[in-house]
Structures are given as C-alpha cells and as structure tokens.
C-alpha cells in the first residue's frame, strides 16, 4: 500500500481511530469529523509528509494532500473500514455482508493467539530435534518440564481464544477466558477420559475433548455475549459485582457443555474430515490452485480464515498436509519473484527493498515486505510468484508432504516438518527450491514496468527544463471577473499551497476547455474537474468555496475521466443561483497544480477585469 505509513501516521495524529466520526474527500483534502478535535495533534498531522497544510473549517478537521487525494482516501478507508458513505459514529450500523462479519470474527480471535501458537509449537519441534539427536532424555525432568511448558500453548487454547473472541464480541474478556478454561478443568478432563455418562439437572453431557480446540470457545463466547447484554438488565444495581459474573457463568457454561461444545466439536471435526477427504482424494490438484491463489488471499487478508483449518489438522490428526504446504509454496514463490525484481531492476532503491525483503521472505516466512512493496506494487511479478507457487504446489502434493507445527513456513522453520516418525524436510528443501527456480524463471520471462531508473530520470529532467523555457498561455475556462487569488475566502487557495493561478467570480455557470488535453479527474459530487492541457501544464479548475458539502446539487460534469477534448469544449455546468441561495461562495479557482514545472505562472494583465473564453488568462514561462 503505498500511502500506508501516511495513513498510519494521519489516524494517530487525529487522535487515533475511535476519535474519527467521519471523513469524506473533496477535489485536494481529507475532511475530517472528529469526536473530540483537541485530541489531534496539529503540529504533528502538519509534520506528516505529504500534508500540505492543516484547515480547520466548519467544524471539520481538513487536511489538504493535492491531486493524489483520492488514493489517499481509498487506502485510508481500507484501514479504518469505511464506505464511501459510511459513518465512523458509535451507533453506526455495521453493514458488511454476513461473509465479511464471520472471517472478521474468526480471524479477529485468531490472529492474537498466534504468535503464541507458533512460539509453543516450534518449542515442542525443538525438544523433538533435541531428542532425536541424543542430546536430551524424554525421561529426563528437563525434558518433562519443558514439555509441560511447550504443551500449555495448545493445551489452553480454548482460553486465549475466548479472551480473543470477548473483545471481538465486545464483552467481559476474563469471562470469555474463563468459559474457555471451564472447558479444560483437570475435574473434565479426568471424566472424559473415564468414559462413563456424565448428567446435569438429569440431562446427558457428551463426553468431548475440547484441548487444543478454537471453534467452541468462539461460538461459547459469542452466546455469551448475548447472556450478558440480558444479565445486565434484569440484576439490580447493587449486587451487580458479584451477581452479574455469576449469572453469566450459571447460564453460559452449562449451555456450553450440553449445547455449544458438542455443536462446535462436530463443527471441527466436520472441517478436518472434508480437509482430509479432499487431501486424499484431490490434493494434487487443490494444491497447486490454492497455492497459485494464496497471495491474493493474503493481500486482502483473507488467508486468515484457513487458520482453523490448519490448527484444527494438527490439532485431531497430529499434522497439517494443506494449508502450512500452501502457505510453503506461497511464501518461497514471494521470495524468488522479489528476488528476480533486485536482480533485474536499474532503480537502485527499488533493488534495495526487493532483495531485503525477498531475504526476510526467504529466512521468517514474513512476505509481506515483499509482497506489497515489490510484487503487488508492480503486479506482474505477482503472476510469476502465482505460476512458481503452482509448481512447487503440484509437487508438494505428489509427495503427500506435511507439517506438524502450525507455524509461518521460511527457511528458520524447517523442523516443523519433522516428527517421531516421519520427517519431510528434505522435501521441504526440495519444494523451496522448485518454488524458486520456477518463481523466478516465470518473473524474468514475464518482466515488469521498472520504475524510472536515474538515466531516466536524467531525461525526464532535461525535457522538463526544456519545456520550462518555453512561454504559454491558458485562456479563460469561465466567463467572469477575474481576481487574483489571494483575495479568495480559503486560505488553501489564497496562499498559493496548491499551487499558482487565479479566480473567477462568474457570470456564466459553463467550464470551457481552455485548449486541447486530457480529463486527470472528475469527482462525484461535480463541483470540480483535473485536465492536463497540450502544453504539460496540469489544471484545477475549482467551482465555490466547500461546495463539496453540496454533494453534487447544481453541478454537472460532462466528461469522464480519461477522455480527450478539444479547446472551446464544455466541460462542466453549474447554478450560480443555486450555489448562492444555499449558502455558498460560487467563486471559480484555476490552479496549475504542477507550478513548479515552470518558472513562472503569471496572471496576464487585462485579465484583471471581466473575461471570456477568447481572453488569455495566465501565462506559464
């Protein structure tokens, strides 16, 4: 995401994402409606590179970024999850579809306990190696404890994802750990592995294992939550202390053992079952396409919700034989396609990123560096990490390969392919390298759009400074009286921040094109146009002063974007009545956005009174 470290430095300086009631963009800012303003720290958001200048106006927060804004906006809602439409309040509705909510939930309960998960894991495949190799006893009390150690990771499970799902489902975390242990009591244990019928109130329990599990403890919890909501209204205020966690635990944790756990377990045994069916009966096919298909769910965080899948395998079968393979094949295939862009770029900084993020790729599994700075950012190198992963995917099945940690596949983590019995590593190593060599064989045939490297730098510089030395002129867009543009009641515009121009207050609501070029931009709301005009210079043209609170009312645009028009086209319409009667300056701004492109932009003398289309209005030397 390019404007991803902007972005995280704008929702910290506006006080962070829970003081964020809206934000919406117009033509050059981000508009901001911010619960508690003195929570934003001005100095800091003016600081952030890439803010032009702080405006705080109409009790909006705004911040002006320039022409880019629209892809500032769009990365910026991705993080806080807005619609175009949508309102960050307390009370807004959560629309997302029934799909998004469930892969939200599970990977929101997840995704905190995994580190973890992976920590215990690789510690129990260190004691295996240990042991393999005659350095440690298992009978040993060294081996006893740590194994007690590693063992408690997954053995608790249930409790670190009901502590995960609570905050989810926004309620009582202790709780949420709490029914998760309930779940785990040595009292249960004990009566399941006796095997004799267990009742409650003359109701019979199933007898379910729930160690190492998830799906219970997330269901359990969501139940809960709703207990709760009900628990608080009906317990009068002074016992609540005490009554309300105790009402909570009488209701929830019965229903868990007769209801909800027994739901949940065939739920996962159900997932494990289907996993393994297709692994027997389809792996070398599903394989290789999951693989080809891996990065695209990680770049959009969908990856997250095959995490039960491969905890719930080594969970019940003692291993994982898809989603960790795939994940191998992925990882490897990021590597070896950010390792062909260092090798082949000319741009010395993009050579830098990919190979030391095709180094971390490579050691740690971590591919993200080199997945959103290298290869989705450049996209083709992304179909040749798809085209390598299959490979190594289509080989990985063939050979039944398996893993028996649930951890990030790299190089660091070749022991989570080996078990008492049976040992994969050097067919991991062998996957790796099919993964590599066809990863980056796909990257260089196919190539990529290498960035401007210094030697075209160079040139674009000189044609640059040799078009600076050139004079034009740009004709009026609107019928009017021209002003210059520090008289107008914004301080954006009147400071020059935006660049050099003039204004128009008009007399006629129609935008002409003032020469021939091409649509930049067009906005939803109409109340402003982006050209770049045949003489390279890039123009705002800007009709009323925050008419983008009138969202669209007395605007029409007539072009699209990307389209070619000639000198004298209409592009844009407007109701200089209608803006006026709601309220709204109806003043006209013509900013060069690329000024300092040019040596000048100067206002042409008889432009200071009234113009029409056939009258110059600035100059650009």
Not at 354 to 383: D, H, Q, R
Request: charged letters at 15%.
């Amino acid at each position: 995401m390019e404007y991803e470290t902007m972005n995280k430095e704008i929702i910290q300086g506006v006080g962070g994402k829970n003081n964020i009631k809206s934000v919406v963009h117009c033509a050059t800012r981000l508009r901001f409606v911010l619960k508690n303003e003195s929570k934003a720290d001005d100095e800091k958001v003016r600081n952030i590179p890439g803010i032009l200048q702080l405006v705080k106006k109409a009790g909006q927060y705004q911040l002006v970024i320039g022409n880019n804004v629209e892809d500032v906006y769009n990365e910026l809602a991705d993080m806080l999850d807005l619609d175009d439409d949508s309102d960050n309040s307390d009370n807004s509705k959560d629309d997302r579809n029934l799909f998004d909510k469930i892969i939200g939930t599970i990977t929101g309960s997840i995704a905190p306990a995994i580190p973890l998960l992976a920590g215990a894991g690789m510690g129990k495949v260190l004691l295996l190696v240990l042991t393999l190799s005659g350095l440690l006893s298992e009978k040993s009390q060294t081996y006893i404890m740590l194994n007690l150690i590693f063992d408690t990771g997954y053995y608790f499970m249930p409790a670190f994802i009901g502590f995960s799902a609570a905050k989810i489902f926004k309620t009582n975390q202790f709780l949420g750990a709490f029914i998760g242990l309930v779940t785990v009591n040595p009292n249960w244990v004990a009566l399941v592995a006796a095997g004799k019928p267990v009742q409650f109130l003359g109701m019979p329990v199933n007898l379910v294992s729930y160690s190492a599990t998830l799906i219970p403890a997330i269901l359990s919890v969501w139940i809960m939550s709703y207990i709760e909501k009900f628990v608080k209204k009906i317990t009068p205020g002074m016992i609540k202390v005490f009554a309300e966690p105790m009402l909570i635990i009488l209701i929830t944790a019965p229903l868990t053992f007769l209801v909800i756990g027994p739901i949940a377990n065939l739920i996962s045994v159900g997932i494990a079952n289907v996993s393994m069916f297709l692994y027997n009966n389809a792996g070398f096919v599903a394989i290789p396409v999951l693989a080809a298909l891996y990065p695209w769910l990680v770049s959009i965080g969908i990856h997250k919700a095959l995490s039960p899948i491969s905890i719930q395998l080594v969970a019940t079968q003692g291993f994982d034989p898809i989603i960790r393979v795939v994940a191998l094949c992925s990882n490897m295939s990021q590597a070896a396609a950010s390792l062909a862009v260092g090798l082949k770029t000319k741009n010395k900084q993009l050579r830098g990123l990919a190979l030391s993020s095709s180094v971390t790729a490579y050691l740690g599994g971590i591919t993200e560096p080199a997945m959103f700075g290298v290869n989705l950012k450049l996209k083709k190198p992304m179909y040749g990490a798809m085209i390598g992963g299959a490979v190594a995917g289509l080989f990985a099945g063939l050979m039944k390969m398996k893993a028996f940690v649930y951890v990030t596949p790299g190089l660091l983590s070749l022991p989570m392919w080996v078990s008492k019995t049976e040992n994969y590593v050097l067919l991991a190593v062998a996957t790796i390298a099919i993964s590599s060599v066809a990863t980056f064989i796909a990257t260089w045939l196919i190539g990529f759009e290498d960035p401007v490297s210094d030697k075209d730098a160079k040139v674009k510089k000189d044609k640059a400074d040799k078009m600076i030395t050139e004079k034009h002129t740009i004709k009026s867009p609107v019928m009017g009286k021209a002003i210059p543009l520090s008289q107008v009641n914004d301080e954006t515009f009147s400071s020059g921040i935006m660049g050099k121009g003039i204004a128009i207050i008009p007399s006629e609501g129609k935008v002409f094109a003032p020469t021939n070029g091409v649509v930049s931009a067009v906005f939803e709301t109409s109340h402003a146009i982006g050209v770049h005009l045949s003489n390279d210079a890039d123009l705002l043209i800007h009709i009323g002063i925050d008419t983008v609170e009138l969202k669209g009312k007395y605007f029409k645009t007539l072009v699209n974007k990307g389209e070619e028009f000639h000198a004298g086209q209409e592009l844009l319409e407007f109701d200089i009545d209608g803006i006026k009667d709601a309220g709204y300056d109806p003043t006209v701004m013509v900013i060069v956005l690329n000024s300092k492109d040019f040596l000048e932009v100067l206002p042409i003398p008889e432009s200071k009174n009234k113009v029409t289309m056939s009258n110059d209005l600035l100059m650009l030397a």
